[in-house]
Structure formats: structure tokens, C-alpha cells
């Protein structure tokens, strides 16, 4: 995983120096200095070669569980934490309880998790963690309570290096990066990758990616380039990079290793795909991070993460007024509705005014997982949700951005890596719209409930998509997708059938479809639907082929007919009162024998069967000709019946 720009605490370039010792103190003070310089993986190699050799203290396991924490490798990062508790537990400030806990969270070792949250909380840790887990004990559960309906699958532009911080460029393109450099690039010692640059690629219309190339101009450098946000025209973006301007880099002095911290800058469009006239933003600093930035919706405001002074925990979200030639306000903090004592970064907004960001302060499914707020007019956030699963996974999950109106967006990740993997990669996120279609069945004569009514869900070709039986009270419920024709049917023993077509919306909700039966008398003796408790067969208007419903109803009679062969069946069919009766007749006709015609394709024998077209002369309801009706109740007209002849 590519905490380089994750963490931005860390996320320093930082200079070399050399050291000396003697044996062993030597080893361990040579590791010192590489963790202190933030060079994880060479470090994790000497202090192995430490502990192999016997050497093991508090200080050892602290940093080489740091090492794999802060590089995302949690695996490991939970043994060497484990063994500092174990072994030396007088000795293990309550931040690595945190941290194992953290660690085992991810890998779904939930228990053991919380058991050490509760030892964090003990041991006098401080933080919105503990507000978390006191105040909702059961966060994993919640979590999955809100978590959206989304799917999730890599792009094909990744890299077989890290790739990650997608931004949405105009409609069809995405701006996002990538260490993916592989002609005399330079090697960040700290992730063994090249630096990173800003890629664009082509967006179709389903999300696919495509078409990778480098942004053109003078943005990326030989040193990191990541995060964009871009202006509604497309002339102006936003964008990380490490303190490096015309060849120049601001280094933090101040520390024992000097640092080239990530700053914000912005530049315009010199042409088609050229970018120029690069400008460091005012409130960067050589002494701390500026990152991930992200435009309001009107533009005004540049939200971004920071560990700037009065940053309440790790990094915070902050934002500052646009006022326009290149000034800027003071940053202002979101606050601690929003910051916590962990790290919030990668802020976005939607369309619809919702800020998305990462945090690893608060309750979730491990590493960083994305959250989610309502910003009002004033860029004021709302309540704050998890997204869950599997938008969310016990890996870092971060760089969130979508489409809310096509539901289409991506996520950066480093859950699809091996163990130990430190590489991220951009996912597509198509968020699965979902509409509960609930009512209730009743009678519609007593308004009484009918339980145990079967309710079916039927597409726009009325093919079976799910079947229910109403509860007790007559209630039932499905699942539909949003923007979509289906029919919903009501049937009970007793009843006539009843069935409403609906439209579902275009945004997820719920909608009502009661559905009243009419109760039916007794059967006739004849009546051999009327015995075997079978719906009517019914026809599309003005059609007279076999629906595949009716083809559900046709296998109870061609059944009946097999199993009791003196049976002889005369079909009978009949239409609805549009259309000249005439017509009308000659229709029903061609549904008879397509109804026995179906019955002799399945073996039947044809002198066992007799049909007839009856038009419009046996209407089952008031739908006569001139009286105006539903196309429901013209529907219940378009029917076969079965009739046993002596």
C-alpha cells in the first residue's frame, strides 16, 4: 500500500545520512534511523535480522510492528504487536493497543479486536475511538445495518504498481495516480516505487477506464505528484505535490532528517491536454502537509487534509474561501463532528453536495474505510455514515468519488494484494439502486387481510422475478431496481387474481401496491380450473401466443391430464370488449387453439380436447363496451378456461 500519500503525517521525502555503531547496537541503531527517516522497508529487514538473532526488547517489536502497520501489511503487523503486549506489556503505551486492535479488526478477528479496544480504553487512551465503541459497542453490526448496495471490480488501467486518488475530469474522462513509470524514473526509497505522476484516462459510459497516458504541461516532476480536483469548466485543477517548484524543493529543516513535505498547488489549461502556469498555494508550509484537495460545488471553497497547527488529531479535513486571484482565507478546521484523534483525508464532493472522506478514527471494518456527510449550505457537515461493506473492506479504503445520478464512481484499495502487499489500485463502484416495493393483501369487499395470498413480482415480459406470501396481517414485501416496469399479481385460493403494473422510480425508496381480491364463489362441477385452484390463463392484448406465466398454469392442467386420462377438456377463451366483435371472436378462437395446441406439443392427445373462442360474450366484470375500465380489469377479460365435459 502506497502510504505515501496516505498518511500525511509520513508522507515526507526524506534526505539520507549515514550512522555507525558496533555488532548488533549497531544493527539496532542503524534500524532506528531508517524508522526515524520513515524508510519502513528497509528497516523491517534489519530488525528481523535483530530478532533472529536473539536481540528482543519493547522498543524492537514497537517498530517493527510500525513498519507493517504504517505500510497497511496488518498480518504482520499484529504477530509484533501481539508479542510487545505479550512480553513486555509494562512497557506498551495504550496507542499500540490501538494499533493491534486496529490490525486484527482487519483481519476479521473481531473479537480479539474489541478485547483490546476495551484494554486501550483502560489503559487511559483518549479519542473519538473510544466515544465510538463505548457509545456503540456493537459498531461492526451498525456498520453493516448502513452500509449501501454497491459492486465493486478493478480497472484495467492499474498498474502492477500503486495506483490510486481517482478525480472526475468534464464527463468522460478520470485523472487519478500512478507510480507506473518505468523510463529513468527515479525510486522512492520509502515505497521501493517510482514517484508517482498525475495519468488521465478515457471513461466510458459504463465506468470502464481506458486509454492511460500522462497529463500533459508542466505539472508532473521527479517527485510525487498525486490527488486532483478540478474546476466545473475544466480549466483550472488542483492538485499534491511534494514542496518542489521550478526545480526547486522547500525542505522542513526543523527536523533531525530534513523533509520535503506535500503541498497544494494549482494550475491552468495551456491547450487540449496541456496544463501550466503552476502556482503554490499560500498556506503550504515547509513544516507541514497540504493534501487531497476537493472543490465545493459552487467552486468557493477548497476543501483538503492537513496536519497544519491546530490539527486535532493525525490530519484533519480543513478548508479555505477561494477569493480569487490567486488569495485564499484562513484554513478553517471541520471540526470534531467531523476530525478525530486519527487520520481523516481524501475529502470529496458530490453533485449533490455530499462529503465523502476517509478516516481510520472511527468505527469500521479495518484500516481506513470511507464515511460519508450531508454539507449544508454553508459547507456545514450532517450525520456522519459508514458506507459498509463492500464499499469498505478490512484493507484501506480511500479516494472514494461518484456519480450520485449514474451511481457510478471508483475507490482506491489495497484489498485485492497479496499478503504483504503494499500496492493500491482504483476500483469501479456501480451503486445498486434498490426499490422495496411493500403492500397488502386484503379483501376487497371487508378490507379484512387475506394471509397466506401468494404475491408475485413479474418484469416488463412477465417473467417471475420473485414470489412472497403475505403475512399474517396481509402484508408482504420485495426488492425491485429503480427505473423499472414490473407487475405485481395477488392471488388466494378463493379469490379472483388481482395484478397492478407499477414504474418504479428513477432514486431508491419504497412504494405502496395494495392489492384487494374478490372472493369467488363455490366451484362449478365442470369447472376444472376452478378445482385445481389454477389462475386463468392469461393473453397480452390483442395477442394469442402462450405467455411464459401461462405456461406455469398449462403444466397443472397438462399434470391433471397425465395423471387422469379419462379426462377430457374443453378450453374455452374469451377477450375483452375493445375491438368489434367480430374481431374479437376470431381473436379468442386463435387463443383456444393456442391453448390446446401447447397442451398436444406436450403429448396430450388431441381427441381428448376441445376449444372454442367465445369473444367478448363472457366478460368476468362491468367492462362491457363504452363502460371505461383499467387496463387491469380489461385484463382479467383476456383469459382460458377449462372445462370438464362429461
Avoid at 156 to 184: E, L, Q
Avoid at 534 to 562: C, G, H, T, V
Amino acid at each position: 500500500m502506497n502510504t505515501l500519500v496516505r498518511n500525511i503525517f509520513l508522507f515526507a521525502l526524506v534526505v539520507m545520512t549515514s550512522g555507525s555503531g558496533f555488532a548488533q547496537q549497531k544493527d539496532i541503531r542503524k534500524a532506528n534511523k531508517e524508522f526515524d527517516k520513515f524508510a519502513y522497508i528497509d528497516a523491517r529487514e534489519v530488525y528481523l535480522k535483530v530478532v533472529e538473532d536473539g536481540y528482543e526488547s519493547a522498543e524492537i517489536f514497537k517498530k517493527l510492528g510500525d513498519t507493517y502497520y504504517f505500510n497497511s501489511d496488518y498480518s504482520n503487523a499484529a504477530k509484533w504487536y501481539q508479542k510487545l503486549i505479550t512480553q513486555f506489556p509494562d512497557q506498551t503505551e495504550p496507542e499500540y493497543y490501538y494499533r493491534a486492535a486496529q490490525s486484527l479488526k482487519s483481519l476479521e478477528k473481531y473479537d480479539e479486536s474489541n478485547t483490546l479496544l476495551k484494554d486501550y480504553v483502560a489503559k487511559g487512551g483518549t479519542g473519538f475511538v473510544i466515544k465510538s465503541y463505548e457509545d456503540d459497542p456493537n459498531y461492526l453490526k451498525s456498520t453493516v445495518f448502513k452500509s449501501r448496495e454497491f459492486t465493486v471490480d478493478k480497472v484495467s488501467v492499474n498498474s502492477s504498481k500503486s495506483d490510486f486518488g481517482p478525480a472526475f475530469y468534464m464527463k468522460d474522462k478520470v485523472v487519478f495516480a500512478s507510480a507506473d513509470n518505468t523510463t529513468g524514473a527515479k525510486i522512492n526509497e520509502w515505497t521501493q516505487e517510482p514517484y508517482l505522476d498525475l495519468f488521465i484516462a478515457d471513461k466510458a459510459a459504463n465506468g470502464e477506464l481506458s486509454n492511460k497516458m500522462k497529463l500533459g504541461g508542466g505539472i508532473n516532476t521527479e517527485y510525487n505528484e498525486s490527488t486532483a480536483t478540478f474546476s466545473k469548466d475544466g480549466n483550472t485543477v488542483y492538485f499534491t505535490r511534494n514542496n518542489f517548484l521550478d526545480g526547486k524543493k522547500g525542505l522542513d529543516k526543523s527536523k533531525k532528517f530534513k523533509t520535503l513535505r506535500l503541498t497544494l498547488y494549482k494550475a491552468t489549461k495551456l491547450g487540449e491536454s496541456s496544463w501550466g502556469n503552476i502556482v503554490e498555494l499560500p498556506f503550504n508550509s515547509d513544516k507541514y502537509s497540504v493534501a487531497h484537495p476537493a472543490l465545493s460545488l459552487d467552486g468557493k471553497k477548497l476543501y483538503f487534509s492537513s496536519d497544519m497547527p491546530g490539527t486535532l488529531g493525525m490530519s484533519d479535513l480543513w478548508y479555505v474561501d477561494i477569493l480569487g486571484n490567486d488569495t485564499y482565507g484562513v484554513p478553517v478546521n471541520l471540526g470534531k463532528d467531523i476530525n478525530t484523534a486519527g487520520k481523516e483525508s481524501f475529502p470529496f464532493i458530490s453533485d449533490k453536495n455530499n462529503l465523502y472522506f476517509s478516516s481510520d478514527g472511527r468505527s469500521g471494518l479495518g484500516g481506513y474505510d470511507i464515511f460519508v456527510t450531508p454539507l449544508d449550505e454553508e459547507g456545514k457537515p450532517g450525520a456522519i455514515t459508514n458506507l459498509g461493506a463492500p464499499a469498505n473492506s478490512s484493507k484501506d479504503d480511500f479516494g472514494f468519488i461518484i456519480d450520485e445520478n449514474d451511481r457510478i464512481g471508483y475507490v482506491s484499495s489495497n484489498r485485492g494484494g497479496d499478503s504483504g502487499s503494499i500496492d493500491d489500485d482504483i476500483y469501479l463502484v456501480k451503486e445498486i439502486c434498490s426499490i422495496a416495493i411493500n403492500g397488502k393483501v386484503f379483501d376487497e369487499e371487508t378490507k379484512d387481510p387475506l394471509p397466506g395470498a401468494q404475491v408475485s413480482l413479474l418484469d416488463e415480459n412477465n417473467q417471475l422475478v420473485s414470489q412472497t406470501t403475505a403475512k399474517n396481517d396481509g402484508t408482504y414485501s420485495f426488492t425491485g431496481d429503480c427505473g423499472t416496469q414490473y407487475t405485481v399479481r395477488g392471488t388466494k385460493e378463493g379469490y379472483n387474481p388481482y395484478e397492478k403494473m407499477i414504474e418504479t422510480p428513477s432514486l431508491s425508496g419504497t412504494i405502496d401496491v395494495p392489492l384487494p381480491l374478490k372472493r369467488i364463489g363455490p366451484c362449478a362441477p365442470n369447472d376444472l380450473g376452478c378445482k385445481l385452484n389454477l389462475q386463468p390463463i392469461y393473453f397480452d392484448f390483442d395477442k394469442s401466443n402462450i405467455r411464459p406465466d401461462a405456461e406455469i398454469e398449462l403444466a397443472k392442467i397438462l399434470a391433471a391430464m397425465r395423471e387422469y386420462p379419462e379426462l377430457i377438456i374443453h378450453i374455452e377463451s374469451h377477450t375483452d370488449s375493445r375491438g368489434n366483435d367480430s374481431y374479437n371472436e376470431a381473436l379468442s378462437e386463435r387463443r383456444a387453439q393456442s391453448t390446446l395446441k401447447w397442451l398436444v406439443g406436450k403429448g396430450i392427445d388431441k381427441n381428448r380436447l376441445t376449444a372454442k373462442g367465445y369473444g367478448e360474450t363472457q366478460l368476468v366484470n362491468k367492462c362491457s363496451n363504452g363502460v371505461p375500465c383499467t387496463a387491469e380489469e380489461h385484463q382479467l377479460n383476456r383469459r382460458s378456461m377449462f372445462i370438464i365435459k362429461n
